[in-house]
């Protein structure tokens, strides 16, 4: 884990100098040896709006493909919901069954001002109801006026283009203080065509016919649904000192998009149904704003003689809608819809009971709310009439938990870490409904079930830091922790393939049938890393950790009956079996030294690699990142700063049978990179993937964007979703 002490640029900045420097103030958990990995993040904004692809230099970190700005994080095999995620201390839900609106699609890169990321083992006051780490994004904390001024006022601007794909933006920030009153406003807006590959990619037919293109001509090398429309991030902060020791802070949140393409899905999110004067098609009428996000966070911390008290409560409302975007052939529309309300909140108080013992206690909770329902359309025949189709109907995932924990520093070379954890989590839904007869059967084996479920979690870490000297130190670590099914894992009840293909959250272009029956998740994690430099820590650095995680009731997957073939699309029911991941993260920086009026340079690298079984079955786990490395020499000059990267990956060949997952060859890429700062102005150009290199990406899923979607061979198994072509990336950003 990073070494919070450390003055030497980490390894994350070396690959990655684009990054605007800025002051990171995440949280610290009263100076704790045992915090994530922080890294600065206002922003790769030349390179991304996508808030889940900040974590990229991060070793064992990657991102699933998804929507232009909707990637979901994977740490070390585990992705989704087996990592915590918290939005400004929120933990916030997605509502869709193919995940199309994660937590980090809410907050846009620009308003962000640090991310801290729990990689494996997270202390129990961090990490509950996940087993793959924590991640936590914060925006700016609340700026006060000195004593000696009347009103402190700051603020930037920002604009950004991305020739690939015609990516465009722009987002202001501006904030107003008194001595005790503080007001912010964060806005941003971004949209982009589909992108292009550097080559040629789709199997030939007449699949690939474009109804009515949405923004461009889709060709051979267009990766279409990767294009979207009026992504909008608003946050209002108001903050008030009550004293030098008590802070009162509320944010008012809200997200929107008009539509956003999802490649690897049989859907889109859209928020209006052109009529493409087809009389026989019913067209739905929405009667409010669909794919909108808003949230209240109500944040308290205060200082005592005794210690640091801290209370939160937030509420997530969010509307959500999907169907075809018409440049889908097919010319078909299926609405579908999904509400959801989350209320949340926490109560923790630090306590420091000696000298060498800090005690971290609280409880927090997570009430959530799911209607997914798809309306009835009038097609000429019975397939989507004359019911609604309710997927999820009145569902419930409600969670309670308490932790304690004991940081003790023995002496200036051990420090140890010790938290136990439990909660109660609870699900529920209500009776099923299909459109018409048809779905009866399975309606009705559904509905004689008792649906309610309850859970236990026990969890457990323990933590050791050594440090022999002032140039190395060593972690390890064990912990147990649990996660219980999400409610699209155990409720979707339906085995028709059309239905069954709308429930997939992992891009493999299967249709998956939830198991109520599914038993939480249990992993066991076994830890060690170690850190060494320099004593200056300015020359040169190693980092590396191994770890070995054992899961219990690892929710995978089993094939239909019926279903045999190994080159066609599947329809799966989620079960438990017994895995093992592990792997290793390794980093390293060496400074090779300065030239006088030419400048300082310096190397690094990012290695990660990662193996995940399925102990039960024999298979591999899906969407395992195979042997992948950065590598990236640096120069600096006075405010200008080049960096030429190289991105090597291996062949992804440990495959999950089962989900007939595609293998993708290796590839290498290089990216060039400059960033020029000048008073106030900064400006970042980069030449992503500079010699046009085409390549699949390992985690991208099935290509799924074209085609007749609602049936497992209306579209052609086996293509991977590609990456980008070269692109010309520029970012201007102002700030006063």
């Not at 890429?669 to 290199?693: A, G, H, I, P, T």
Request: aromatic share 10%; proline share 4%; hydrophobic share 35%.
């Amino acid at each position: 884990m990073a070494d919070t002490t450390s003055t030497q640029e980490p390894v994350d900045k070396l690959l990655y100098p684009v990054l605007p420097l800025i002051e990171v103030s995440a949280d610290r958990i009263e100076d704790s040896a045992f915090t994530g990995e922080d890294i600065a993040s206002r922003s790769l904004r030349s390179h991304t709006n996508d808030t889940a692809r900040l974590l990229e230099h991060i070793p064992g970190v990657n991102t699933y493909g998804a929507g232009g700005i909707s990637s979901l994080p994977t740490m070390r095999g585990f992705a989704d919901d087996r990592i915590r995620t918290q939005v400004n201390g929120m933990d916030l839900m997605s509502a869709c069954p193919n995940h199309m609106n994660p937590a980090l699609s809410f907050v846009d890169p620009s308003s962000i001002e640090s991310i801290q990321v729990y990689a494996g083992i997270t202390p129990v006051s961090v990490g509950g109801d996940s087993i793959g780490g924590t991640i936590q994004v914060n925006s700016a904390k609340p700026k006060f006026a000195k004593e000696d001024q009347a009103l402190l006022t700051t603020g930037s601007i920002g604009t950004f283009y991305r020739s690939n794909g015609a990516a465009r933006g722009g987002n202001v920030a501006l904030s107003v203080a008194s001595q005790n009153l503080s007001l912010a406003y964060t806005d941003s807006y971004s949209q982009a065509n589909n992108y292009r590959a550097a080559g040629d990619f789709k199997k030939p037919g007449l699949w690939t016919r474009q109804i009515s293109p949405l923004t461009d001509r889709i060709t051979d090398k267009t990766v279409a649904g990767t294009a979207y429309r009026g992504s909008r991030h608003r946050e209002l902060g108001i903050a008030l000192k009550l004293s030098e020791q008590h802070l009162l802070e509320l944010k008012l949140g809200e997200q929107s998009i008009d539509w956003e393409g999802f490649p690897n899905q049989r859907m889109d999110m859209v928020s209006s149904y052109p009529d493409l004067d087809n009389p026989g098609m019913q067209i739905l009428n929405l009667k409010k704003p669909a794919n909108v996000n808003r949230t209240i966070n109500l944040h308290y911390t205060g200082q005592f003689d005794w210690g640091e008290l801290e209370a939160r409560y937030f509420r997530q409302k969010l509307d959500h809608s999907m169907d075809m975007l018409q440049s889908r052939s097919g010319g078909m529309y299926m609405p579908m819809l999904s509400e959801a309300t989350t209320h949340g909140g926490l109560l923790k108080a630090t306590v420091p009971i000696s000298d060498q013992h800090l005690v971290r206690v609280g409880a927090d909770f997570q009430y959530y709310r799911l209607d997914d329902w798809w309306p009835s359309i009038n097609d000429g025949g019975i397939s989507m009439c004359c019911n609604d189709f309710w997927n999820i109907r009145d569902g419930k995932r409600d969670r309670i938990g308490i932790f304690s924990e004991l940081e003790t520093q023995w002496n200036n070379k051990w420090t140890t870490l010790l938290g136990l954890r439990t909660d109660r989590v609870t699900s529920n839904t209500g009776r099923a409904q299909g459109y018409s007869n048809t779905y009866g059967s399975d309606a009705n084996t559904f509905n004689s079930l008792d649906h309610s479920r309850e859970d236990y979690h026990y969890d457990l870490t323990a933590l050791t830091r050594f440090k022999p000297a002032e140039t190395q130190h060593y972690e390890f670590g064990f912990a147990r922790k649990t996660r219980s099914p999400n409610l699209y894992e155990r409720y979707p009840w339906s085995r028709n393939a059309m239905a069954a293909l709308m429930n997939n959250f992992v891009g493999d272009g299967n249709g998956y049938i939830g198991n109520p029956d599914l038993k939480p998740e249990v992993a066991y994690t076994l830890s060690a890393s170690g850190d060494w430099h320099d004593i200056a820590k300015e020359k040169w650095q190693v980092k590396a950790t191994g770890y070995l995680t054992y899961v219990e009731n690892y929710i995978d997957a089993a094939r239909l009956p019926g279903y045999h073939r190994n080159d066609q699309y599947m329809l799966l029911q989620y079960t438990n079996a017994d895995a093992r991941l592990y792997g290793i993260d390794a980093s390293a920086s060496y400074k090779l030294g300065h030239i006088a009026n030419i400048g300082s340079f310096t190397v690094s690298s990012m290695v990660s690699y990662v193996r995940g079984e399925n102990r039960t079955t024999g298979d591999n786990l899906y969407h395992m990142m195979p042997l992948n490395g950065k590598f990236a020499l640096e120069h600096q000059l006075g405010n200008w700063t080049n960096t030429l990267e190289m991105h090597r990956v291996t062949e992804k060949d440990n495959i999950s049978q089962v989900r007939n997952e595609v293998s993708t060859p290796a590839y290498t890429l290089f990216n060039l990179r400059s960033k020029l700062e000048w008073q106030r102005v900064r400006l970042d150009m980069e030449v992503e993937n500079l010699f046009n290199r085409f390549y699949y990406l390992p985690l991208g899923g099935a290509y799924l964007a074209q085609g007749y979607a609602m049936t497992t061979g209306g579209i052609p198994w086996g293509m991977t979703v590609p990456g980008r072509g070269r692109s010309i990336n520029i970012a201007l950003t102002y700030t006063f």
